[in-house]
């Protein structure tokens, strides 16, 4: 039986610590499918690709040798043979992904890639297009969100324990500018699929989300 989650929602709206959680306490397999964009944007813009050539995009997407590894159960991604994981969580690299995952070559690789990922084991997967292209046969869907401005001050927040200055109003006009550009491409939309569950998690604690997912996990299995 299918028994693969799919969590999918805005850029801040803590999908990756939520499915990190969730993953750990049923024993699956977690699998950021941000982090595989962030990693393809690195690849096009060191290679210093032309986005708005085709042609070009394609020839490097087929290129691109991204796989997924796990150290201690967190996920490592392998960028031709380069541990990048330590580049992907920055500002720069999430923009960039922004950028690419709008392109068609691009994410027939990624797709393909992540359903083969989840055809071997049960897997938490989060990202834009999970529950809609991804994995439609989600056991769970869960389309999770929450005010820009709350998850403008989640990312600040973050940045500030890790050391790196942040301004409010910068983070939240980025997240906004990147909710436009996930939710109107042309492909793979950001949009909640018909069979998701609506997490609205601006006034829930972590714990409370992952303890309702969980729920509606095992109601479900
Ligand atoms: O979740 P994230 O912030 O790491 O994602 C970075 C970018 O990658 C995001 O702006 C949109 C894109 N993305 C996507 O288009 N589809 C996915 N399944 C995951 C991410």
């Not at 939240?172 to 042309?186: A, G, N, S, T």
């Amino acid at each position: 039986m299918n028994q693969n989650i799919a969590i999918d929602g805005p850029a801040g709206a803590g999908k990756s610590t939520i499915a990190r959680r969730v993953a750990a306490e049923r024993k699956m397999i977690y699998v950021d499918t941000g982090a595989m964009y962030r990693a393809m944007g690195i690849f096009l813009q060191r290679k210093q690709v032309d986005l708005s050539d085709p042609a070009a995009v394609q020839a490097a997407a087929d290129e691109a040798d991204i796989s997924i590894e796990y150290q201690n159960d967190a996920q490592q991604v392998i960028l031709c043979g380069e541990n990048v994981t330590g580049l992907l969580r920055t500002e720069e690299a999430g923009h960039g992904a922004s950028l690419v995952s709008v392109l068609a070559p691009v994410r027939r690789k990624m797709v393909e890639l992540q359903q083969r990922l989840a055809s071997r084991t049960a897997v938490v997967m989060d990202g834009r297009d999970i529950g809609t292209v991804v994995l439609p046969d989600a056991l769970l869907k869960i389309y999770l969100t929450a005010s820009s401005e709350v998850r403008a001050r989640r990312r600040c927040h973050e940045l500030e324990e890790k050391g790196e200055s942040c301004r409010l109003e910068d983070i939240q006009k980025d997240i906004e500018e990147r909710d436009y550009r996930d939710m109107h491409r042309e492909i793979s939309p950001l949009v909640q699929a018909d069979d998701a569950v609506l997490v609205d998690s601006s006034d829930m604690t972590i714990d409370e989300v992952v303890v309702r997912i969980i729920r509606l996990y095992e109601e479900r299995l």
